[in-house]
Nanobody, 121 residues
Framework: QVQLVESGGGLVQSGGSLRLSCVAS????????MGWYRQAPAKERELVAT????????NYADSAKGRFTISSDNAKNTVYLQLNSLKPEDTAVYYC??????????????WGQGTQVTVSS
């Protein structure tokens, strides 16, 4: 099992910045990749960015490219999401995700409790 705890959300004006953090604990050695997703009211949860543990490969949604940056500190078991140039449409609950490899076969998805990001116009 992997536990994820997010922090860093809040209320910010359009054009502002926030940094989200996600600390992983538990069976962290099983984690192959971590990422951030978001869910706005009445919308599906969507991918924002991911980063692999093996080589740090990053992947971004088109809406995040050029504005958001995902990074990790393996010594702290923490992944970050730097949000810059925020827009009102970025308002959502942001969830941390970890993909844990099973001993035999398959992948488990772990989720944090979410942190609210609200961008005012």
């Amino acid at each position: 099992q992997v536990q994820l705890v997010e922090s860093g959300g809040g209320l910010v004006q359009s054009g502002g910045s926030l940094r989200l953090s996600c600390v992983a604990s538990g069976n962290i050695f099983s984690i192959a990749a971590m990422g951030w997703y978001r869910q706005a009211p009445a919308k599906e949860r969507e991918l924002v960015a991911t980063i692999t543990n093996s080589d740090g490969t990053r992947n971004y949604a088109d809406s995040a490219k050029g504005r958001f940056t995902i990074s990790s500190d393996n010594a702290k078991n923490t992944v970050y999401l730097q949000l810059n140039s925020l827009k009102p449409e970025d308002t959502a609950v942001y969830y941390c995700n970890a993909k844990g490899l099973r001993a035999g076969w398959g992948v488990d998805d772990y989720w944090g409790q979410g942190t609210q990001v609200t961008v005012s116009s």
